[in-house]
T-cell receptor
């Protein structure tokens, strides 16, 4: 059975700290791994990863995929209160490119 | 953990026909469910919020007569794409919010191709 597991489930840090969010997966016919930030009802797309070892960066956020060990990490440096959100990891897999979602990591940044 | 089942996972239909997509919460009750459409570059657009026992709330620009939403029970919401056209071809995703809880659980999506 395909599954995506995110850890930790929740995380509280102070502004300025660096955080690392984890996403591990076991799926059939992996296509890509996606990271989203959800603050309201619609998740905002962050990254799409398809190749191992290539870091993607956007400002203070970066992410990398390890297809051998079947996981990805999302790093946020110099965190700000606006980074508080639920971060979702989803894996595209199968012949229909279905999305298998993790449960999310709830990140709270304290001022 | 909470599971949302979405069916079908893949459908091809002829232009002008209607397609129904189901979103079920398998082990929890969901007063509120959400329907999204995935656009290029993986961005998700919220189409509507489905509320059990009442009319859905549609986002601006979404035709409610084209995308019919029914949330008849606490575990099932359906999205019917009526008179589908090729431009409706997309990946549709639902999510469910457990009654009384804050988290969202997402379905695996339905890939619709209109030919």
């Amino acid at each position: 059975e395909d599954k995506v597991v995110q850890s930790p489930l929740s995380l509280v840090v102070h502004e300025g700290d660096t955080v690392t969010l984890n996403c591990s997966y076991e799926v059939t016919n992996f296509r890509s791994l996606l990271w989203y930030k959800q603050e309201k009802k619609a998740p905002t797309f962050l990254f799409m990863l398809t190749s191992s070892g290539i870091e993607k960066k956007s400002g203070r956020l970066s992410s990398i995929l390890d297809k051998k060990e079947l996981f990805s990490i999302l790093n946020i440096t110099a965190t700000q209160t606006g980074d508080s959100a639920i971060y979702l990891c989803a894996v595209e897999a199968g012949s229909n490119y279905q999305l298998i979602w993790g449960a999310g990591t709830k990140l709270i940044i304290k001022p | 953990g909470a599971v949302v089942s979405q069916h079908p996972s893949w459908v091809i239909c002829k232009s002008g026909t209607s397609v129904k997509i189901e979103c079920r919460s398998l082990d929890f009750q969901a007063t509120t469910m959400f329907w999204y459409r995935q656009f290029p570059k993986q961005s998700l657009m919220l189409m509507a919020t489905s509320n059990e026992g009442s009319k859905a709330t549609y986002e601006q620009g979404v035709e409610k007569d084209k995308f019919l939403i029914n949330h008849a029970s606490l575990t099932l919401s359906t999205l019917t794409v009526t008179s589908a056209h090729p431009e409706d071809s997309s990946f549709y995703i639902c999510s469910a919010q457990e009654t009384g809880a804050g988290g969202y659980t997402f379905g695996s999506g339905t890939r619709l191709t209109v030919v």
